[in-house]
């Protein structure tokens, strides 16, 4: 139905958009590529076409267009919390760390109860090596969502780690919660 859309309103941005999603979750990534290509050609300023043109860009490892386009998302829009994420996402994978906390840091000022935006954080200062600023990170991501398996999980691994048996063991079991989607990866 959607590509039928598309025949009948090939310069809706919104449709081009709708189509480039549905193409990325399948895998189609030429496809995706060519409807954001269109809609940011057809709408510049949307900060989503940006982001979702980043996301593009990533997944073929292109790693300096991707960080553009989400650039080019917050110059458009500073507060959009997608574009954030994914560029300190991408800051991450290339190892700029400082820039990534940064990122993380800003999505956090734009939003003091988004959960993901801590637990970003929180995951990027294990690499500094920086335990109890990691600790307060996920903690703080435990208190706007208590139910959220991965991030039990990633603060019972945290304290694991750290010797503290009894309250990382209890936390570590998240990862039998029926909520629990992400992949079981201890990375210290």
């Not at 650039?71 to 919390?81: G, Q, W």
């Not at 700029?96 to 801590?118: K, M, S």
Request: charged share 25%; net charge positive; proline share 2%.
């Amino acid at each position: 139905m959607r590509l039928l859309m598309l025949q009948y309103h090939p310069a809706d941005a919104e449709i081009l958009n709708i189509a480039r999603a549905r193409a990325f979750q399948m895998g189609r990534l030429d496809s995706a590529g060519v409807c954001w290509s269109q809609a940011v050609e057809k709408n510049p300023d949307s900060a989503n076409a940006q982001t979702n043109m980043g996301l593009v860009h990533r997944s073929r490892k292109c790693l300096s267009e991707a960080e553009a386009c989400f650039r080019r998302a917050l110059a458009i829009n500073s507060d959009h919390m997608a574009a954030l994420f994914n560029l300190g996402d991408t800051l991450r994978i290339q190892r700029r760390l400082g820039e990534a906390e940064a990122t993380y840091r800003q999505a956090i000022g734009v939003n003091h109860d988004n959960a993901d935006a801590f637990a970003k954080l929180g995951f990027l200062l294990k690499d500094f090596g920086r335990f109890a600023e990691t600790e307060t990170a996920y903690r703080h991501a435990l208190g706007i969502s208590p139910d959220n398996a991965t991030y039990k999980l990633q603060l019972g691994v945290l304290l694991l780690y750290a010797g503290r048996w009894s309250e990382g063991g209890a936390l570590f079991e998240a990862r039998l919660d029926k909520g629990f989607k992400g992949v079981l990866c201890i990375l210290l």
